[in-house]
């Protein structure tokens, strides 16, 4: 099964709304990441949100991590037509090993209807 | 200071043929990661790579696909003898050698007739 999983799979909501998209992710983490990607490009990091910190802000972002309960939301505020994309998150292992690699997850799909 | 870049953005091969996807990593990255994205879903890790080094290879099939990232030049994903099911994006990512973030490339679109 995916390290990480999004939910929702899918959301529409209308400009000026608030989106909230859930990750939830299996084993110890060093920490988790964000990533948006507009239909057919490549990613954009958005935040990155470390294992001892519990809530994070960047512009109309919030991200919080509840480590006890393997859990990450993004929300964004004020949406906009723009923000239409597919978000990702994204956590690199605690395990002190030597790789950097990025385990994403599955993806929600948000459309912002203008 | 330039992003990632990948090359070709597309790619069209038959089955049975060669792909070689490269990747230059952004200016002062020596830590280059390979992901496969196939429709519909999330990236998957392939392999890391530093130069000259394999650092984790977990993620890379065992057949057909090799990776190498040269002292001199880009990193070069290769598949040989592509299947259908090998029809996916591709996309690199780069990072310094400390840092936690890494910067995608726009990736390449592998298709296999």
């Known amino acids: 099964s995916q390290q990480g999983e999004e939910d929702p799979q899918a959301l529409s909501i209308q400009e000026g709304e608030n989106a909230t998209m859930n990750c939830s992710y299996k084993?110890?983490?060093?920490?988790l990441q964000w990533y948006r990607q507009n239909s057919g490009r490549g990613l954009v990091h958005l935040i990155l949100i470390r294992s001892n910190e519990r809530e994070k802000h960047s512009g109309r972002l919030r991200v919080t991590l509840d480590t006890s309960k393997k859990s990450s939301s993004l929300l964004i505020t004020a949406s906009r037509a723009a923000d239409t994309a597919s978000y990702f998150c994204a956590t690199r292992g605690g395990d002190g090993g030597a790789t950097n690699k990025l385990i994403f997850g599955t993806g929600t799909l948000l459309a912002v209807q203008p | 200071n330039a992003g990632v870049m990948q090359n070709p953005r597309h790619l069209v091969r038959r089955r049975g043929q060669e792909a070689r996807l490269r990747c230059s990593p952004m200016?002062?990255?020596?830590?280059v990661y390979w992901y496969r994205q196939l429709p519909e879903e999330g990236l998957k890790f392939m392999v890391y790579l530093q130069k000259e080094n394999i650092i984790d290879e977990s993620g890379m099939p065992k057949e057909r696909f090799s990776a190498e990232f040269p002292k001199e030049g880009p990193s070069i994903l290769r598949i040989q003898q592509v299947v259908r099911g090998d029809s996916a994006a591709y996309f690199c990512a780069s990072s310094p050698p400390v840092s936690n973030e890494q910067f995608f490339g726009p990736g390449t679109r592998l298709t296999v007739l």
């Open positions: 084993t110890s983490i060093n920490n």
């Open positions: 200016k002062g990255h020596s830590h």
